[in-house]
């Protein structure tokens, strides 16, 4: 029998295939817009470069200076050259570094934005910005940072590094898995996030093998694009809170403290998600979603703990204070003692206790 629930789907346009990068001037034209600045990041300048050539006499040029966490800072510098060029609509091509400084900017100016991701990450399909400012990550929901339209191109992560793919795709199945236990669950989110952690899963170790395999790229793609749907549709609980903590904290990069999270977070919360836990597993192929999760991490290189990242020996009470300080919504209470323990045990890449954290 389904319950009740309440679903709220979000207004945008997708495009989905392998060589829409070309179709980008007429969505800006179907924006009712004609002077488009391109944001991305440093790594992304060649890509930066060729959607301004795309886009022609509809580009007002380009700012790279995008950053991981989206600091307030750098976002002070866009909106000047937004200004000075006149734009009247954003064009994103990146990662989520990218994807943030176009949401931040979308949300100081109302412009709309059409996004073209590059890896697994999930944020252009969600209304939610978080930004960085002295340490502190924030996260805010506001319908002026949904992108208007999202362009998903298969070729242009054909030659995403297999470690970065990896951690990526890790992140995009956080918001699957997460989706999966929110008070906000629906038959629709349950059947998205376990076909998106299922495609996922099983397209990573192809990848592996294959880095260009056409067809393990698209699953991946399509996969994180589900994952975003689930992260649009849901609140987000521990695992989402203490890697903004995290990220905001030391500047950790995004994508691979998720991916080391990800294992820990999954075991606290399981005494209190078990329906959760065994769609989890079954979209895995694994007995136990922690365990299958972390095989499926060491088969494929993925970063073992949190000091591999850059966060501090002693930078464990820093989180779990500021963690501790914040309303989370989340099917298990946060407990001090036990948080205390899982962050420690990330930061030096232990693994989740054998018998977990009893709740």
Not at 84 to 96: E, H, K, M, S
Not at 102 to 115: C, E, H, I, M
Not at 161 to 170: I, K, N
Not at 285 to 299: C, F, K, M, Y
Request: charged share 15%; hydrophobic share 45%.
């Amino acid at each position: 029998m389904i319950g009740p629930f309440v679903f709220t789907g979000l207004p945008q346009r997708v495009i989905f295939g392998s060589g829409t990068l070309g179709r980008l001037a007429e969505e800006v034209r179907r924006l009712g817009c004609e002077r488009a600045l391109v944001v991305a990041g440093p790594v992304q300048q060649a890509l930066a470069t060729r959607v301004d050539g795309l886009l022609g006499e509809l580009s007002v040029g380009v700012f790279s200076g995008a950053r991981v966490h989206t600091p307030v800072v750098v976002t002070a510098e866009a909106l000047a050259v937004l200004g000075q060029r006149g734009a009247d609509c954003l064009v994103a091509a990146g990662g989520g570094s990218a994807i943030g400084l176009s949401k931040a900017l979308a949300r100081r100016t109302g412009l709309p934005q059409l996004v073209v991701p590059t890896t697994y990450a999930g944020s252009e399909r969600t209304a939610v910005v978080g930004e960085t400012e002295d340490g502190h990550k924030t996260t805010r929901r506001a319908d002026a940072v949904l992108a208007r339209t999202v362009v998903y191109d298969v070729e242009l992560t054909l030659h995403l590094p297999v470690g970065l793919s990896a951690t990526s795709a890790v992140n995009a199945i956080a918001h699957a898995a997460e989706a999966l236990y929110t008070h906000e669950v629906s038959p629709l989110v349950v059947s998205i996030a376990e076909e998106s952690v299922a495609r996922l899963a099983s397209s990573l170790p192809r990848i592996a093998a294959m880095p260009a395999d056409p067809d393990a790229r698209a699953d991946a793609l399509y996969g994180a694009f589900l994952a975003g749907t689930c992260l649009a549709c849901a609140t987000m609980g521990l695992h989402h809170k203490l890697c903004h903590v995290l990220g905001g904290a030391f500047d950790l990069p995004h994508a691979a403290t998720h991916a080391v999270v990800l294992p820990y977070a999954l075991a606290y919360n399981a005494p209190s998600a078990p329906a959760a836990m065994a769609r989890l597993a079954g979209a895995l192929g694994a007995e136990d979603p922690v365990s299958g999760l972390l095989q499926l991490e060491e088969r494929l290189g993925v970063p073992g703990s949190l000091a591999e990242l850059g966060m501090p020996a002693d930078g464990v009470e820093r989180v779990v204070g500021t963690l501790m300080a914040d309303a989370v919504e989340n099917p298990r209470p946060l407990e001090a003692g036990p948080i205390r323990d899982l962050v420690g045990r990330a930061l030096r890449g232990e693994g989740p206790p054998a018998e977990g954290w009893a709740a």
